[in-house]
């Protein structure tokens, strides 16, 4: 592998996991340990300790834990919100570790640019399945959790073997993510006032005196 090739690599790596990482953190983490761990793929030094057997075990069950609390509506929301503390700091940290050996300098950009992808693929993820519940039906919900686990570990793979085409994905990802942010934002704010609405009205249903007149 030449120079450049190596480069480009490490950069979608980098910016593949981090992204990743905002949909379903376990699940990169993962297929990166068992593709490094079983020989199908190089991963850059600094990321060299996922294919490490205790960390595969961690992010193998974590995984289960994810995989079975994203199918029930309602809990998948609660776990997003707790994990909003977790998969961007990790979106970032992956990232440096990614560009370890390229210098601090290029490690701090990584972690900047991998923080920010990641923060956007996981309030776009959280939002949209926020909206998902909405609705009466569980089937479309389970539907978009497997489709997000079969991205992520697609992204990963893609990164990992055709960087190229790997970019051209995540900048239509990118673009997806700014043009359906505005529209969550706006159905964020509605969901809150009905909730506001609703706890409202019921505060004022109270059992009223009778009138002396």
């Known amino acids: 592998m030449d120079e450049y090739t190596s480069i480009v690599q490490t950069i979608a790596i980098l910016l593949g996991v981090s992204w990743a990482s905002g949909l379903n953190l376990y699940a990169a983490m993962l297929t990166l340990g068992l593709l490094g761990a079983t020989g199908h793929a190089a991963l850059p030094p600094g990321l060299e300790i996922l294919t490490h057997p205790a960390v595969i075990g961690a992010a193998g069950f974590m995984y289960l834990v994810e995989f079975f609390a994203d199918k029930v509506p309602g809990v998948d929301t609660g776990w997003d919100v707790l994990h909003t503390f977790v998969r961007i700091p990790a979106g970032a940290v992956l990232a440096a570790?990614?560009?370890?050996?390229?210098?601090?300098?290029?490690?701090?950009?990584?972690?900047?640019?991998?923080?920010?992808?990641?923060?956007?693929?996981?309030?776009?993820?959280?939002?949209?399945?926020?909206?998902?519940?909405?609705?009466?039906?569980?089937?479309?919900?389970?539907?978009?959790?497997?489709?997000?686990?079969?991205?992520?570990?697609?992204?990963?793979?893609?990164?990992?073997?055709?960087p190229i085409a790997f970019f051209v994905l995540l900048g239509l990802a990118v673009l997806a993510m700014i043009l359906l942010l505005p529209r969550l934002w706006r159905a964020g704010r509605r969901l809150f006032t009905k909730i506001r609405s609703f706890f409202s009205g019921k505060g004022s249903n109270t059992v009223q005196p009778p009138s002396t007149e």
Do not use: C, Y
């Open 97 to 162: 570790a990614a560009a370890m050996e390229v210098g601090p300098a290029a490690q701090v950009a990584a972690a900047i640019v991998g923080g920010g992808l990641a923060a956007g693929s996981h309030v776009s993820k959280t939002g949209t399945r926020a909206m998902l519940n909405t609705l009466p039906e569980p089937f479309t919900n389970w539907t978009a959790s497997v489709s997000e686990d079969v991205v992520v570990v697609g992204s990963m793979w893609l990164a990992l073997e055709h």
